[in-house]
């Protein structure tokens, strides 16, 4: 049943991808609600399919790398849909179900192979520790969603680019999504990291694991400490936040997502 889930979610994570992106290319805005309308509906199948995986014997472990990214994508999902209740930002869902998509395609496919696979369960700090980093990186993506997408939108504004009905949601919108998605993402991070430790501490008797994971989760855990202070302690200006948010997320990309496939 798990897996069918998984299955149906990332069906619907694709179906919302394809109506976002078809929606801000053509100025849609009925094909955008829909995209939002098929990310919520794969919110919902994406829970059912978590919640039928503690039916599994033995449980899969959330620790696993596909996993991860597919709780990660579901948790971005969820941010994105509570930020629309507070502010314009349909566009924003061309960038956020694609990444929804191939997270959820990495659960499904890892389910597939591994399922009935013998894997201890990990104990329940392990599980707190990764679920409050995926929420931090899943809010952390919204945020360099947000900004590249203010940074795109300013530009077109400045060149006197930007169309009357234009899709985009408006640079205050941009900006408000960016602050709130940056300060709740690096607060979960922050736990996620302190969960980590004591994890390890529990396990190991020791308050840093060390090797190549670790250390780069703690340099984009440093990273997003600077951005945050930038952000809320030195006021930065919107269009600089923005930027500051854009690149982050893709160092994070690279320091944390990208060496997972380094031996």
Do not use: C
Not at 186 to 196: A, C, E, I, K
């Amino acid at each position: 049943m798990a897996t069918a889930l998984h299955d149906a979610t990332t069906l619907a994570y694709l179906l919302a991808a394809v109506a976002a992106v078809l929606g801000l290319a053509l100025r849609l805005r009925a094909a955008q609600r829909a995209g939002v309308a098929l990310l919520a509906l794969g919110a919902g199948l994406h829970a059912a399919a978590f919640w039928g995986m503690h039916a599994l014997s033995p449980t899969p472990s959330l620790t696993e790398a596909p996993l991860a990214a597919s709780l990660m994508a579901w948790l971005a999902v969820v941010s994105f849909l509570l930020l629309l209740l507070r502010v314009r930002g349909l566009a924003l869902s061309a960038l956020v179900a694609p990444g929804a998509f191939l997270g959820a395609l990495a659960g499904a496919l890892w389910l597939r192979i591994r399922t009935g696979a013998g894997e201890e369960m990990h104990p329940a700090l392990a599980h707190l520790h990764v679920v409050l980093a995926s929420a931090g990186f899943g809010l952390l993506a919204v945020a360099g969603a947000a900004g590249a997408l203010y940074l795109a939108h300013h530009k077109s504004i400045k060149e006197h680019r930007a169309a009357p009905n234009s899709a985009l949601p408006s640079l205050e919108s941009l900006d408000r999504a960016n602050g709130a998605a940056l300060a709740l993402g690096f607060t979960l991070l922050s736990l996620g990291v302190l969960s980590g430790m004591l994890w390890v501490l529990e396990s190991e008797g020791r308050l840093w694991p060390g090797g190549l994971h670790a250390n780069a989760t703690l340099v984009a855990w440093v990273i997003y400490a600077v951005i945050t202070q930038l952000r809320f302690f030195r006021r930065e200006s919107a269009r600089r936040a923005a930027l500051q948010s854009a690149l982050g997320f893709a160092l994070l990309l690279v320091v944390v997502v990208g060496l997972r496939v380094l031996p």
